[in-house]
């Protein structure tokens, strides 16, 4: 194993920061990270914006479902999707763009490029020693979140990310068996065999559930999953997106 892949393997999400502030070049090295990420055909459809402010962090900790770590994080970096200096380029190169940036595809390219640009920030960051999480409790009111961070049409924040100092050091969490989510040449859906690997996964996850919380939580993952899956949620997401100028066509 090399440098690299031992940071990827001991990912775990810190959720408590010692109370340490990212500096200017810390912040910096990290968004360069980021920018760095593939991009679909160089569009680089998105925006991230750093918030440091003690006030507005706490507002949107609130926000995301009251996650205190938001507030207490060294920076907070807000991933966006962002086709807002499209409209710009439209105007500057004389040309109506909105079918293309109104459309599903589009729409994927600004979450794909997010999503990436996000990861090496991520990897960036825990490179350096610092712990992460991410928060995609912002969708709860993107209304309000595009408020207080003041976007503009066609830029939605998609997801947070906590970065600091560790205060904490918790277990490297199990993921599915590589037999689950690994296939070979085609989608291989012998659920039988899916079935057989989740309830070994269901095994050890409530293993890592119960030596975490000294016996006070032992959950299935697959009774986690159906629980939470059970309740539709964010459910005026469609309309939302619509609004902002994505995904009409």
Known sequence: MNEVINTLLAHRSIRKFEDKQLTKEQIETIVKSAQAASTSSFIQAYSIIGVSNKEKKQELAELAGNQSYVENSGHFFVFCADLHRHDVIAEMEGVDLSESLESTEKYMVSLIDASLAAQNAAIAAESMGLGICYIGGLRNNLEKVCEVLQTPNRVIPLFGLTVGYPAQDPGVKPRLPVSNVYHEETYE?????????????????????????????????????????????RMYMKEFVEKKGFNKK
Do not use: C, H, V
């Open 189 to 233: 859906p012998n659920n039988e065999q899916f079935k057989e690997q989740l309830e070994a996964y269901n095994k050890e996850i409530s293993q890592y559930y119960y030596e975490r919380t000294n016996g006070m939580r032992n959950d299935k993952w697959t009774a986690q999953m159906a629980s939470m899956l059970e309740s539709p949620k």
